[in-house]
C-alpha cells in the first residue's frame, strides 16, 4: 500500500498563490505517476494535473493550463502543485493521487490522499 499525505491548503483571495505538496509513503517504489485531483462542492472529482516519473511528462486540465504547475521528485516520492492566478471557480478540495501504471492518469488513481481544502474568495 501507499500513503499520501497533502498539506499546504488554506484561504486566499482571487489573484493569488498557494502551493500544495504531497508525501507518499509505504511502497513508493511503485509508484509510476503522481498527481492532483480536485472535488467542488456539488459536482464529480475533476483531473487537475499529473506528472509521470519515466519521462517526466507533465499533464494539466485545460481550466488550469498557464496557472498552475506541477513538479515532484521521484527519490523523495513528493509532487507540488503551484498555483497561481486563482480564481473562486478553483475552491475545491484537492486529492493527491498516484498510481503504479505508467498512465497520464486523467482518469484516476489508485492511491488517494484525505484531501485538503483550497478556497478563493471572490
Known amino acids: 500500500q501507499v500513503q499520501l499525505v497533502e498539506s499546504g491548503g488554506g484561504l486566499v483571495q482571487a489573484g493569488g498563490s498557494l502551493r500544495l505538496s504531497c508525501a507518499a509513503s509505504?511502497?513508493?517504489?511503485?509508484?509510476?505517476?503522481m498527481g492532483w485531483f480536485r472535488q467542488a462542492p456539488g459536482k464529480e472529482r475533476e483531473f487537475v494535473a499529473s506528472i509521470r516519473w519515466s519521462d517526466v511528462a507533465t499533464y494539466y486540465a485545460d481550466s488550469v493550463k498557464g496557472r498552475f504547475s506541477i513538479s515532484g521528485d521521484n527519490i523523495k516520492n513528493t509532487v507540488s502543485l503551484q498555483m497561481n492566478s486563482l480564481k473562486p471557480e478553483d475552491t475545491a478540495v484537492y486529492y493527491c493521487?498516484?498510481?503504479?501504471?505508467?498512465?497520464?492518469?486523467?482518469?484516476?488513481?489508485?492511491?488517494w490522499g484525505q484531501g485538503t481544502q483550497v478556497t478563493v474568495s471572490s
Open positions: 509505504g511502497r513508493t517504489f511503485s509508484i509510476r505517476v
Open positions: 493521487a498516484a498510481a503504479d501504471v505508467f498512465t497520464t492518469m486523467k482518469d484516476g488513481g489508485r492511491y
